[in-house]
């Protein structure tokens, strides 16, 4: 064919979304031929497949696909995220269909995207007119950051602007590819197949009720008593999905049907799924071409397109495809389950092969703007311009300067709090009351309290006893546990919280009762402490007796001889030191087999722990394994890289680099102000400094996290942008780095040069 389009694409490299052959299902089809399609007509550029697999299947997928992201695992749309930015792509293209991506209504595929730096291009094979609230909210997700949308129908184009009020400019139709093959005439191909002598009708897909089988089926006597040489080919394996639920019974009820109706001899069932080049031979073989879909919301059909593209005589019900496909007379629409319109249809077709033959020729030439070379040059001007652009997003202010240490500040935690408590979230700086409190960010706002000093001191006490007593109204006596969350309407979520909650409130209690500045709150959280503090035997998880080591560090700077607490330190510390042993391997030296969440703290427990034990050992453990975390959480380029949320799970590898969170910032301080409480080594004063670049805008954006004004901070650092959200965890988190990092200046200063140790 002669190239329309001799044009150098600006875009170098793609990462294509989709399911891909060998799985077996339209979208595979359709994703495995326009990779195909666009690297034929324009071989300079590179594309990568990123192949969604469905439950329980491993496939022996071809050399492009680049990686495989099993549909209900959340950690393979975080690795395949993370694979994308580093491979550099210009651009990603994702094909969407309901089903096909985990989550409600697909919602898994959002985690992906939110990930993912290069612009979006996406392709919508599906677009309902009545989503449901799941469907709207996932689809109007993806078309906020898509950056160019491509639909196949005008239809398509409506629907979007109906339906989720997207602006037509940004929509582009472009139809389905089609390979490029001669006009043939059907006797040439009919003897391979077995269907010499017969008036071949054919319908082709993955066999399930909507395709309206049933239609044809019953149109057929009359079809067969004026042609009793017609056979219908029912070409296409059953949808797994049916077969998972109820085998071939469709498939056994269609023959039944036929058998009652006398014309099993002019039905013949191919079950099998066949690939592109097999289909086409078949639809060459085909006289006319029927789709007798029982629903009008198909906004594409791929067999449809092929078999225009072959030059078929289609007769088909009036979805949205076909509507718009077979507008002009390139076809016959017969209304839905018509059984006497199929039948008229196809015997007038039958009757009249002059007729047969126009709409023969008038598919064929409709057909040729749908072949591969032409759609690909059209996905490649908007692929271009989505890759000339960078995501919509909203920016934070202009990087600050690098100042040393941003004074404490509590208008954002002032922002966030009520006379209940501090709520967890903020959409951008508003409280957001759907989600309520927590006692996790109530400790830590109890906590923050007692590091505030000067001015804000008499602020930061009336807080305090705020914040305290919404911990006390977290812990439930009878059942001798802490509560966590709490709606908006002061009614508890539950009766028992997590342990990690529970953890941190008995750290938030420890550290009042030994750094309150109000004698009464001291006396409360000593007691308190002593209600409460036997729960924390009864912690398995290492981050839940992190906390309550930290707790119990802090009570003995209170109660030098209080026994649970020194019980506490001396069992979880050896714990710790256990999970090391059993964890730790060549390049791995940590407490699991993978970094999650407030990590630095378990290094600072072992550390607080082994300083209030006179345990060398404890001490040496800990600054080994911050040590290793600081690598870790070291970038290529030099900044402090946060351990990211997409790291869970993962085991014993590197740790992806997004989404960032505040929390491990704040963390990291605090477990090197340990350190150098522990050794004295400037080291560690200049590593919490290190770390501290991060919320001024030392980080893999150069955009700050923090908010110079009221203190605030957002709640993460992604792939593109930064989180504008501004949440109770974030707010806490770079409030202690600023108080952490006043008193590490300040006990740096005041130690004398003689007692440092050496660099």
């Given at each position: 064919m002669t190239r329309s389009d001799n044009r150098v694409p600006q875009t170098s490299k793609i990462a294509l979304i989709g399911n891909y052959l060998p799985r077996k299902c339209g979208i595979a089809t359709f994703t495995t031929d326009t990779r195909n399609g666009l690297i034929e007509r324009f071989p300079a550029v590179d594309v990568d497949v990123y192949a969604m697999e469905d439950l329980g299947e491993r496939r022996d997928y071809p050399p492009e696909v680049a990686g495989v992201i099993r549909q209900n695992e959340i950690s393979d749309y975080f690795a395949a995220a993370?694979?994308?930015?580093?491979?550099?792509?210009?651009?990603?293209?994702?094909?969407?269909?309901?089903?096909?991506?985990?989550?409600?209504?697909?919602?898994?595929?959002?985690?992906?995207?939110?990930?993912?730096?290069?612009?979006?291009?996406?392709?919508?094979?599906?677009?309902?007119?009545?989503?449901?609230?799941?469907?709207?909210?996932?689809?109007?997700?993806?078309?906020?950051?898509?950056?160019?949308?491509?639909?196949?129908?005008?239809?398509?184009?409506?629907?979007?602007?109906?339906?989720?009020?997207?602006?037509?400019?940004?929509?582009?139709?472009?139809?389905?590819?089609?390979p490029d093959r001669p006009l043939t005439d059907p006797e040439e191909y009919k003897a391979r197949f077995g269907f010499a002598g017969r008036k071949v009708l054919l319908t082709f897909g993955l066999l399930s009720p909507n395709k309206g089988i049933e239609t044809v089926i019953e149109a057929l006597p009359a079809v067969a008593e004026r042609h009793p040489d017609v056979l219908y080919v029912i070409l296409g394996a059953t949808h797994p999905h049916l077969v998972a639920n109820e085998g071939e019974s469709y498939r056994d009820r269609l023959a039944a049907r036929a058998a009652e109706l006398g014309v099993s001899e002019n039905v013949c069932f191919i079950n099998a799924f066949v690939e592109t080049g097999t289909l086409l031979d078949y639809l060459a073989a085909a006289d006319v071409y029927v789709t007798p879909y029982l629903n009008e919301a198909q906004i594409t059909s791929g067999t449809l397109s092929y078999a225009m593209g072959v030059g078929k005589p289609v007769i088909s019900t009036p979805y949205w495809h076909a509507a718009e496909l077979l507008a002009d007379d390139h076809g016959r629409l017969v209304p839905f389950g018509d059984t006497a319109g199929f039948a008229?249809?196809?015997?007038?077709?039958?009757?009249?092969?002059?007729?047969?033959?126009?709409?023969?020729?008038?598919?064929?030439?409709?057909?040729?703007?749908?072949?591969?070379p032409r759609v690909s040059e059209r996905v490649m001007v908007e692929l271009d311009h989505a890759a000339g652009e960078k995501p919509a997003q909203l920016r934070p202010f202009p990087p600050m300067e690098r100042e040393e240490v941003l004074p404490p500040n509590l208008a954002a935690v002032r922002r966030l709090s009520d006379g209940c408590g501090i709520l967890q979230h903020g959409l951008y700086r508003v409280p957001n009351r759907d989600h309520g409190y927590c006692v996790d960010d109530n400790a830590r706002a109890l906590i923050l309290m007692h590091q505030i000093s000067g001015e804000m001191a008499a602020e930061a006490d009336a807080l305090a006893t705020t914040y305290a007593s919404f911990v006390q109204y977290a812990w439930n006596g009878e059942t001798q546990r802490f509560r966590n969350f709490m709606g908006f309407d002061r009614l508890w979520c539950e009766e028992v919280g997590s342990e990690d909650s529970g953890g941190r409130a008995l750290w938030a209690i420890g550290v009042t009762a030994a750094q309150a500045r109000q004698l009464d709150l001291r006396i409360w959280a000593s007691s308190l402490y002593d209600q409460a503090a036997g729960m924390a035997l009864e912690l398995n998880y290492p981050r839940a007796r992190g906390f309550a080591m930290l707790g119990a560090a802090?009570?003995?700077?209170?109660?030098?001889?209080?026994?649970?607490?020194?019980?506490?330190?001396?069992?979880?510390?050896?714990?710790?030191?256990?999970?090391?042993?059993?964890?730790?391997?060549?390049?791995?030296?940590?407490?699991?087999?993978?970094?999650?969440?407030?990590?630095?703290?378990?290094?600072?427990?072992l550390l607080r722990a082994g300083m209030a034990l006179g345990s060398d050992g404890m001490i040496a453990d800990g600054l080994a394994t911050l040590e290793w975390l600081k690598e870790m959480q070291t970038a290529p380029a030099g900044h402090f890289r946060a351990v990211g949320t997409a790291s869970f799970g993962r085991t014993m590898r590197k740790p992806m680099p997004f989404d960032q969170q505040p929390l491990e910032a704040a963390a990291m301080i605090d477990a090197a102000s340990a350190a150098f409480e522990a050794t004295g080594e400037k080291r560690w004063v200049d590593e919490a400094a290190h770390v501290y670049a991060w919320y001024l805008g030392e980080n893999d954006l150069r955009l700050p996290i923090c908010t110079r004004d009221d203190g605030g901070c957002y709640d993460g650092l992604m792939p593109d942008r930064v989180n504008l959200n501004q949440g109770a965890e974030s707010v806490i988190s770079f409030q202690l780095a600023c108080c952490a990092m006043q008193r590490l200046k300040a006990g740096f200063r005041a130690v004398p040069a003689e007692r440092l140790a050496a660099e």
């Amino acid at each position: 064919m002669t190239r329309s389009d001799n044009r150098v694409p600006q875009t170098s490299k793609i990462a294509l979304i989709g399911n891909y052959l060998p799985r077996k299902c339209g979208i595979a089809t359709f994703t495995t031929d326009t990779r195909n399609g666009l690297i034929e007509r324009f071989p300079a550029v590179d594309v990568d497949v990123y192949a969604m697999e469905d439950l329980g299947e491993r496939r022996d997928y071809p050399p492009e696909v680049a990686g495989v992201i099993r549909q209900n695992e959340i950690s393979d749309y975080f690795a395949a995220a993370q694979q994308i930015n580093d491979s550099g792509a210009d651009v990603v293209w994702l094909q969407h269909e309901y089903g096909i991506f985990g989550g409600s209504a697909g919602g898994m595929i959002l985690q992906m995207l939110d990930r993912v730096a290069a612009p979006l291009v996406v392709t919508l094979h599906t677009i309902l007119s009545h989503p449901d609230a799941d469907q709207r909210r996932v689809m109007e997700a993806i078309l906020r950051r898509a950056s160019r949308i491509i639909v196949m129908t005008e239809k398509g184009r409506t629907l979007l602007e109906q339906v989720h009020g997207v602006n037509p400019s940004r929509v582009a139709v472009i139809p389905h590819g089609i390979p490029d093959r001669p006009l043939t005439d059907p006797e040439e191909y009919k003897a391979r197949f077995g269907f010499a002598g017969r008036k071949v009708l054919l319908t082709f897909g993955l066999l399930s009720p909507n395709k309206g089988i049933e239609t044809v089926i019953e149109a057929l006597p009359a079809v067969a008593e004026r042609h009793p040489d017609v056979l219908y080919v029912i070409l296409g394996a059953t949808h797994p999905h049916l077969v998972a639920n109820e085998g071939e019974s469709y498939r056994d009820r269609l023959a039944a049907r036929a058998a009652e109706l006398g014309v099993s001899e002019n039905v013949c069932f191919i079950n099998a799924f066949v690939e592109t080049g097999t289909l086409l031979d078949y639809l060459a073989a085909a006289d006319v071409y029927v789709t007798p879909y029982l629903n009008e919301a198909q906004i594409t059909s791929g067999t449809l397109s092929y078999a225009m593209g072959v030059g078929k005589p289609v007769i088909s019900t009036p979805y949205w495809h076909a509507a718009e496909l077979l507008a002009d007379d390139h076809g016959r629409l017969v209304p839905f389950g018509d059984t006497a319109g199929f039948a008229a249809a196809i015997t007038s077709l039958f009757d009249h092969p002059s007729l047969r033959e126009i709409l023969r020729s008038r598919a064929y030439a409709r057909g040729r703007t749908m072949i591969w070379p032409r759609v690909s040059e059209r996905v490649m001007v908007e692929l271009d311009h989505a890759a000339g652009e960078k995501p919509a997003q909203l920016r934070p202010f202009p990087p600050m300067e690098r100042e040393e240490v941003l004074p404490p500040n509590l208008a954002a935690v002032r922002r966030l709090s009520d006379g209940c408590g501090i709520l967890q979230h903020g959409l951008y700086r508003v409280p957001n009351r759907d989600h309520g409190y927590c006692v996790d960010d109530n400790a830590r706002a109890l906590i923050l309290m007692h590091q505030i000093s000067g001015e804000m001191a008499a602020e930061a006490d009336a807080l305090a006893t705020t914040y305290a007593s919404f911990v006390q109204y977290a812990w439930n006596g009878e059942t001798q546990r802490f509560r966590n969350f709490m709606g908006f309407d002061r009614l508890w979520c539950e009766e028992v919280g997590s342990e990690d909650s529970g953890g941190r409130a008995l750290w938030a209690i420890g550290v009042t009762a030994a750094q309150a500045r109000q004698l009464d709150l001291r006396i409360w959280a000593s007691s308190l402490y002593d209600q409460a503090a036997g729960m924390a035997l009864e912690l398995n998880y290492p981050r839940a007796r992190g906390f309550a080591m930290l707790g119990a560090a802090s009570m003995l700077a209170a109660h030098p001889d209080h026994e649970l607490s020194l019980r506490i330190l001396r069992e979880f510390g050896d714990y710790l030191r256990g999970l090391l042993v059993q964890n730790r391997r060549e390049g791995w030296y940590w407490f699991e087999d993978n970094l999650s969440y407030d990590n630095a703290r378990l290094p600072e427990a072992l550390l607080r722990a082994g300083m209030a034990l006179g345990s060398d050992g404890m001490i040496a453990d800990g600054l080994a394994t911050l040590e290793w975390l600081k690598e870790m959480q070291t970038a290529p380029a030099g900044h402090f890289r946060a351990v990211g949320t997409a790291s869970f799970g993962r085991t014993m590898r590197k740790p992806m680099p997004f989404d960032q969170q505040p929390l491990e910032a704040a963390a990291m301080i605090d477990a090197a102000s340990a350190a150098f409480e522990a050794t004295g080594e400037k080291r560690w004063v200049d590593e919490a400094a290190h770390v501290y670049a991060w919320y001024l805008g030392e980080n893999d954006l150069r955009l700050p996290i923090c908010t110079r004004d009221d203190g605030g901070c957002y709640d993460g650092l992604m792939p593109d942008r930064v989180n504008l959200n501004q949440g109770a965890e974030s707010v806490i988190s770079f409030q202690l780095a600023c108080c952490a990092m006043q008193r590490l200046k300040a006990g740096f200063r005041a130690v004398p040069a003689e007692r440092l140790a050496a660099e």
